[in-house]
């Protein structure tokens, strides 16, 4: 843990100092780059200036967020020796433990400054997608901190397969739909295409995006894939680097699952930052779900953020937006592309990516809860998979290796996922291209 | 929050400086007050002596606990100021958040030494009762940490109201069955009676009880009531009494829900240690739902512990071990008797009670969640409740007291209550004594 006085007070921009910068976000109808102007429309101005910023490394964190974080922040950086021992790895595991907060994972490290920048620029409501709610229920809570109403579209397979996270998003006094819905424009279509459509993200997104954009002083906020959320994040890697330093070693190997972005480049991006300024040699790892593979197996093209396509085009690896995931339970991973500044990065060979199947997510976090008393979200699972699968390797190799992965949430909402793996139901759906 | 130097190292043990001291638990065969090696048949051996130490007021805690409880300890001393405000009240309130651990409450505190003492003297298999399912949960993990195995019985009607509860138990290893159940002697009974029977915590110690003195090797382990558990729990009062020294205050009034007594006697007892040594005043309250109030309802006389009659006569308040409590949703606080220091301390004036509808106590829950961000658990809300009674009670006389609550669980696995209390469908169910 940190001291209040080490907290880090600015998040850090990659774009800055990456070497490719991320391709420009189109305008679909002419094509032409957008400008932060254009994103204002939806977004909060000063998010929608942090996302197109490629020249400032260091952005100051406003007081009143800093105050926010101050509620539960620093988070734990922990050894995780009794996966270790499990494991019989020489491997020396390191998780930070995004999960020690009243919300339960690492979106509220996006949400209170989103929140806070709609506040001061007048905005009365926020709307915004969530897939296993996490997200929504970050938002609904800092947006009851800073006074905001706030409307939620969430996934409807999600909402099904975990009722209590609408539940807490109501708790804290929001409003959810489960998306799609026929409260939309965006909506109505998809439920005409397809009436047992189960919902994405990217259902949810194109239902929230029209909210925002019908509705008079309502703002759009995302949870992942856009850079400035990323940049939120960094305040999880720019701890973990301190808290290492302190536990007196350093990571070759950092390890995040995958559904936009955030998560992995918030843990991430801190330490690439020595990769791209002085060729530090760091194996970073996105692990996504083997049936939403769009690193492993998407495309790297412009590509609608949502299923309607009402957003910009973005420079990503995708799966296509229309690409309908599986109902797998890492509600949160399923989404079908991937935010532009990490699609760049794995394009440049700065990261790579591997996928999980279900099972083998579940079974990791089994075993993590069993050694490391904390149920970790679906989500996390899939990290935590791949730390093992590393982990396992360094059995045969004999290398002490320091691995340091995001325990981005933990899964006592998602106990249901747990139920049907115990009780041999699980599945692995399949990839379908 | 405490620095690692700072956390306690020994219990405290109240009954060495009571006056009166508390009446001797008796064999309900003989009348004869029991021994510690009677209680040693179904406790450990080392917290059946500290059940019965009337001479030790500060007891060791073994280096293993002391290694466990710095995974999550100490746990932070918060000022409500956002409560405060939207009370309007003079008074400053203080909570000690036990919900800060990967198990959600403060249960996990006596879980690990009594895993650790079973693991000791030889023990390879604990078995308990649970209700809304914390203690379950705590018990699992701990038993898991020490390499028991473990076996739970959760009160039918809190099992399907919780579902998730017994799900985080399986995830850590336990075997968990409803109770009553078929598969005890004493829960074969009670069906045989009342095939409808929802289940009472008397009716699942009932059930542990006989599987721990039937089975080889078993020991039975209890999550409140019994004075050892309280004795752990005093951990939350050591801690929250040097954080009160930090903040610059001392609590005029204390608070904690009441099921059996271990989350109040824990923050309580290591204050009251100054009334009784050295006279000081403080308000010591205990809040206890109004459908199940031995406290305020019940009688003080020798009765069982449990419904079928296994448990020593026990001296206490109690609406007798028969009685079956309404369906409320604070599961922890459905029992129908209290812990013999608490009762004894009630007795001679030392401490009061006051009764919370369920509605009440959701009402108080939800302004709590909105404006402090943590869900609380449906017992937790009775404390809260009977804060906000207090804190009002300041805005009319114009009195800063220093009130402090023990926030003792989260209830992000109780959301179909909140859920039932948000739809207006929770009701307030008679006490029918």
Known sequence: MLDESELPRQWYNIQADMINKPLPLLNPATREPLKAEDLAHIFAAECAKQ???QEHAWIDIPEEVLERYKYYRSTPLVRAYALEKALGTPAHIYFKNESVNPLGSHKINSALPQCYYCKQEGTTNVTTETGAGQWGAALSYAAKAFGL???VYQVKIS????????????TFGA???????????AGKDIITRDPLHPGSLGTA???AVELATTTPNCKYTLGSVMSHVSLHQTIIGLEAEKQMEKAGEYPDTIIACFGGGSNFGGLAFPFMR?????????DFIAAEPSSCPKLTHGKFEYDFGDEAGYTPLLPMYTLGHEFKPANIHAGGLRYHGAGTIVSQLLKDGYMRAVDIPQTESFAAGLLFARTESIIPAPESCHAIAATIREAKKCIETGEEKVILFNLSGHGLIDMTAYDSYLNGDLTDPEFKG
Chains 1, 2 share one sequence.
């Open 274 to 282: 020595h990769t791209l300024l002085e060729g530090k040699k760091i």
């Open 149 to 151: 109403e706030c409307a």
């Open 51 to 53: 996302e197109l910023d």
């Open 159 to 170: 909402m099904q397969q975990k009722p209590y996270r609408s539940s807490i998003m109501r």
């Open 175 to 185: 409003t959810v739909t489960g998306s799609p819905s026929m409260s939309t424009r």
């Open 205 to 207: 997104i194109s239902e």
